[in-house]
């Protein structure tokens, strides 16, 4: 798997626009800006375009039919990752640490099904978390070390 990313700041120029927040959350909008995708989910929509500078995916791929769940757990993290897999036999299954270019930094077996996974040495940055079972990938995390 080969990933690439750049953080870089966005600029627009814009009409108008404001940001709106509650003891909920916050939104910044603009007007007049091109759009890049909507994304729906049940009742809810939301079209996303250029002014997304926090924009974080965590979760990359996933074996379909996996009668468990697989979660990590804060990210973005500082210190300690902590790697939650819902199945009491963990037997065989082992965690990758990938920097963003593909280089394999760790590979350690779970020894139970909720595992704190040390990241204080890394570097800031963008990294990739593999779980896999024997060589079988069950689920592929993109982790940020703040």
Known sequence: ???SQSLLAQEVVATAGSTLSNSSGSISFTIGEGVASTLTKGDKTITQG????NISVSMLSELKDLDFSISVFPNPISDVLTLKVNKEDVLGFQYLIFDINGKLL???KLESPE???PVNQLANGLYILKVQSGVKE?????IIKQ
């Open 50 to 53: 250029f002014q997304q500078a």
């Open 106 to 108: 760790y590979q350690k």
């Open 1 to 3: 798997m080969t990933c």
């Open 138 to 142: 069950l689920k592929i995390f993109k």
């Open 115 to 117: 595992t704190s996974v």
